[in-house]
């Protein structure tokens, strides 16, 4: 038999510990740092040889075909380093020599600066929930606004930090612009890479570091 419908009685305080269920956790990505060669560079870089040094031949295509897709939205012509050297990402000497022969005026390269947990104190809240209550005198169902209490709790972020660097290749390989991200429980290595390159890119060209349409 349903309740039958009165009105709400007087809020009753209640202080009640409950459960803190965790959801799925999502990656969240910043850029928290950024560094620009105020002198330059004196042009914009248009071609461009992207790098990134992961572990995984896997991963590193996926992070430089990641770039090279922002970079070409922006109207840039950028290549990932994986189509001249499909086994490992190069060393510096072939590195250099590859952006010479083959007239890139640009360099980005991408890595892993620092990976470490991090504990916060999230503090604990009052929110008020509703529940009914079968009077055993007059055999009618009451309702009434209960204050829960769910109390504060520890939780630890996973936190990994990335560093781009973009050189000019046409001044012997200058550093002209450097930034940071950061990155919060990271899903997965395409998640990441995809915030970096959108948190990137777009400062890249807005700087005029890099060529826009």
């Known amino acids: 038999m349903p309740p039958s419908a009165t009105p709400f009685r007087s809020s009753i305080i209640r202080f009640t510990a409950v459960a803190v269920v965790a959801l799925a956790a999502c990656t969240t990505t910043s850029l928290v740092n950024m560094w620009k060669d105020p002198n330059g560079p004196r042009e914009p ?6 790098v990134t040094l992961r572990k995984s031949p896997a991963t590193r295509r996926l992070w430089e075909d990641g770039f090279v897709a922002s970079l070409k939205r922006h109207g840039v012509n950028a290549t990932p380093s994986y189509q001249l050297f499909p086994g490992a990402a190069p060393d510096t000497v072939a590195l250099a020599d590859a952006v010479r022969s083959r007239g890139f005026d640009g360099l980005l390269l991408a890595h ?3 990976a470490s947990n991090e ?14 209550y079968l ?12 204050r ?8 630890t972020d996973r936190v990994v930090r990335y560093e781009t660097e973009v050189y000019d290749a046409r001044e012997g390989g200058r550093l002209v612009w450097s930034g940071t991200t950061e990155s919060v429980n990271p899903a997965s290595a395409e998640a990441v890479n995809k915030e970096i390159a959108h948190a990137v890119v777009p400062e890249l060209v ?4 890099t060529r826009a349409h």
């Open 45 to 50: 870089l248009n071609r461009v040889l992207v």
């Open 112 to 114: 892993e600066v620092s």
């Open 119 to 132: 504990t916060r104190y999230v503090p604990g809240y009052l929110s008020a929930e509703p529940v009914t």
């Open 135 to 146: 009077s055993p005198w007059t055999g009618h169902y009451y309702a009434f606004y209960a």
């Open 148 to 155: 829960v209490y769910a109390p504060g709790y520890l939780e």
């Open 206 to 209: 807005k700087s005029g570091v």
